[in-house]
């Protein structure tokens, strides 16, 4: 498999969690040079027409997003919600049990490490009025997954790690050529359970088009370098609005290898967007600052102006669908969380894989940055993660823009590890 890349007190709790998991899929190692000529192209690509019968900055969406995904996504949300707020409240109780989920059918399965506290349980009780939920035993805690998770990524001969779908122990990745010489002996390196993968290299999926103030997420950014005529011109999607915690200036995520300490404008009409800092390579994370940015994200086709409220966030269960709207390929809704507490060689993590059900290409060069989007129970859609990689083994016709490398398996990193690691704030409309 090659993989390319493409209250504020509640969120820290919860991160606490989070930033000490790793899912897996088997990955080539990435040098970081490599992420950065992926994500530039030396030549300006065509840019779409502006179409003006085409409704701009609308958040109705109506039939944006399939109503087959739309019903989908309703079903889970109550279920991604418990889960967040229950890890909210293990954190707010100091709780360490908690290991991970799963979404099957319609019910929840919950993984829990050693007795469940009198608190867990009520919460539980709760919930089991509105859906079945399936306690299971665990070995570890999320966060002891999570550590070591992040430990065996960067090992010699290691591509990634991350936890098993029944979070007993961990998958670790290696390239298909040390699998014979380095697979049947790496348990040695842990005293978890341990399984290696084939997972080859990762390369990053760099790259709608004329937003306007305040700039949405699920747009396409431009950035210019060199100097006349020899400009070159790097391309991404914008993901999420959100707020310094500091001292409450606007942000919009973006991911860290599209360019760190540069400046980004519209790619039609050329309005400046901001400027992105140093990042967080290790969660290939940063933001734009420097203009207004609104709570909402585009979806839809890659030429569409419409788009949705972001009402919250949520945390990446296995069997959650997720929407992904990246700025070159718009929208595409039919792909399933299949790995959880993921972290890559060259990357970083928290993460997770996704795989679209039909193997249609869910995300490419250009998308990178966007958001990935799951159900909510309010007026909009949750966000849950940000685009980030593609496995190239998994080659697939871009929808959207063509002349492009596209895939099906898709490596995206956790939201609320990019705003937390950043201390950032998520915007949203209730």
């Known amino acids: 498999m090659t993989l390319q890349h493409l209250s504020p007190r509640v969120i ?16 080539h190692r990435l040098e970081t040079e490599r992420f950065a000529d992926a994500a530039t192209t030396v030549k300006r690509i065509p840019l779409p027409p502006t179409d003006p019968s085409v409704p701009k900055k609308d958040v109705s969406a109506s039939t944006a997003i399939p109503e087959s995904a739309r019903a989908t996504m309703r079903a889970q949300a109550p279920m991604l919600e418990a889960v967040a707020a229950i890890q909210e409240l293990a954190m707010a109780k100091g709780h360490a049990g908690f290991a991970g989920t799963s979404l099957k059918g319609d019910g929840l399965v919950l993984y829990w ?49 991350g936890a098993l779908s029944d979070f007993s122990g961990l998958w670790v990745g290696v390239d298909s050529a040390d699998l014979a010489r380095f697979g049947p002996t790496i348990q040695a390196e842990s005293s978890m359970k341990l399984v290696p993968r084939v997972q080859a290299a990762v390369a990053p999926a760099a790259w709608r088009w004329d937003d306007t103030d305040p700039f949405w997420g699920g747009s396409v950014v431009e950035h210019r370098s060199g100097i006349w005529p020899f400009f070159s011109y790097s391309y991404c999607t914008t993901g999420f609005a959100a707020r310094r915690n500091s001292d409450n200036v606007e942000a919009l995520t973006l991911s860290n290898h599209c360019g760190a300490n540069a400046d980004w404008h519209t790619p039609n009409s050329g309005l400046p967007l901001g400027n992105t800092n140093s990042g967080v390579p290790g969660a290939d994370s940063n933001y734009i600052s420097g203009q207004d940015y609104g709570a909402s994200v585009y979806v839809g086709p890659y030429t569409s102006g419409s788009g949705v409220t972001i009402n919250g966030y949520v945390l990446p269960s296995e069997g959650t669908l997720v929407c992904y709207e990246g700025g070159f390929s718009g929208a595409s809704c039919n792909s399933y969380i299949t790995d959880t507490l993921v972290y890559i060689d060259g990357i970083g993590g928290p993460g997770f894989w996704s795989e679209d059900a039909g193997h249609v290409a869910a995300a490419g060069e250009g998308d990178s ?25 998994t080659a697939a016709t871009c929808q ?3 002349d492009r ?12 590890a990019a705003l ?11």
């Not at 820290?12 to 990955?27: K, W």
């Open 12 to 27: 820290g709790s919860v991160l606490g969690i989070l930033m000490m998991a790793g899912a897996a899929v088997a990955p």
């Open 113 to 161: 490490k050693g007795a469940v506290p009198t608190e867990i349980s009520a919460a539980l009780a709760g919930y089991r009025m509105q859906f079945a939920i399936e306690l299971k035993d665990a070995p570890y805690s999320a966060a002891e997954l999570a550590a070591e998770a992040q430990r065996m990524s960067k090992l010699s001969g290691v591509t990634g790690a």
């Open 369 to 393: 940055g966007g958001p990935v989007l799951a159900g909510s129970t309010g007026s909009g859609l949750n966000g849950i993660g940000v685009i980030t990689a593609i496995d190239t083994g």
């Open 400 to 402: 959207g823009l063509g």
């Open 405 to 416: 490398q596209c895939a099906w398996h898709v490596f995206s990193i956790n939201l609320i």
């Open 420 to 430: 937390v690691q950043q201390n950032l704030t998520l915007q949203t409309v209730p």
